[in-house]
């Protein structure tokens, strides 16, 4: 059985896909999801969720897997894969994800609550022609410093995406830069709306206690200290110290762990 994934975005069939192990980033756009909508060229596939990174073209041909996309910043984070065709401006969506932050992480710890906060705004000010090189390299200087201070998965990878976009399509920054973005200027669909849609209360992250093995490897990872247990008996996650930050789901090998969504 294959992890089950959100695909979302410029594709033509987008909706909940399960992938296998070794399905390509190209299998997964035009096997599971019916290929590019409306016949566009693909320019960027977004794996994570806001803690996750930016794919280009010439990655595509790798399989999704953990270590494989590890080197560029993407992990499986929320599950959802977010395509992107030929006429989205990366310094919009990029300003997407950051907002999503806002949503998406706990604000337990004040590097990651305030640091994406104002990236946010910095983002906000680019989108709008109002930043200038020495904002821009100062939103990316900001971005290292929430990697290196953010107490969890989540947090420090927030501004992966950001620091992706910037390398790849550097054009799209400076022309915002610059003060006038033909992509902007000629997008009229809806923005791209990050994450799965579920409130960040109404998330739950549990272990199966049929399919753990008890092998604390989940427990040794957790920075939140929610998990404990017995080695060989099923372990348990306390929901009021967990931060949701993914880790565990990625790490256990029984596939025990998941994300549930509880009444709201
Ligand atoms: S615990 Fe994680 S998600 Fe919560 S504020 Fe800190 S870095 Fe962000
Ligand atoms: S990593 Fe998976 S199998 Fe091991 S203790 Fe945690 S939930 Fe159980
Ligand atoms: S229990 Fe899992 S999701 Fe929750 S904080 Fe620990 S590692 Fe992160």
């Not at 019916?34 to 016949?39: E, L, P, R, V």
């Not at 399989?63 to 310094?91: F, H, N, Q, S």
């Not at 022309?175 to 902007?184: A, D, S, T, V």
């Not at 093995?213 to 017995?230: D, F, L, P, T």
């Amino acid at each position: 059985m294959g992890k089950t994934y959100i695909l979302k975005g410029d594709v033509a069939r987008p909706g909940r896909i399960e992938v296998e192990k070794g399905t390509t980033l190209r299998q997964i756009i035009d096997d599971l999801g019916g290929g590019m909508a409306n016949g566009k060229a693909f320019k960027a596939m977004q794996i994570g969720g806001p803690s996750g990174g930016l794919i280009t073209e010439d990655q595509l041909d790798l399989p999704l897997d953990a270590k494989a996309l590890a080197p560029y910043g993407c992990r499986r984070g929320d599950g959802v894969i977010t395509v992107l065709d030929e006429d989205r401006c990366m310094v919009d969506v990029v300003y997407s994800f950051l907002r999503a932050t806002q949503a998406d992480f706990c604000g337990k710890c004040i590097s990651c609550r305030e640091g994406t906060k104002r990236m946010a705004e910095l983002m906000g000010e680019l989108v709008e022609y109002k930043a200038d090189d020495a904002a821009t390299g100062m939103l990316l200087e900001l971005g290292e410093v929430v990697h290196m201070t953010a107490f969890c998965a989540l947090g420090k990878g927030s501004a992966t995406t950001l620091e992706t976009a910037a390398a790849a399509f550097p054009d799209d920054f400076q022309n915002h830069i610059e003060g006038r973005c033909p992509l902007c200027e000629k997008e009229t669909r809806l923005p791209i709306a990050p994450g799965d849609g579920i409130p960040y209360d109404r998330k739950r992250i549990v272990i199966d206690p049929d399919k753990c093995k008890g092998c604390s490897r989940c427990a040794r990872s957790c920075h939140a200290e929610a998990i404990s247990g017995e080695l060989k008996s099923p372990f348990k996650i306390d929901p009021d110290k967990c931060v949701k930050c993914y880790t565990c789901i990625e790490l256990c090998a029984f596939g025990a762990i998941e994300e549930v969504t509880i009444d709201g």
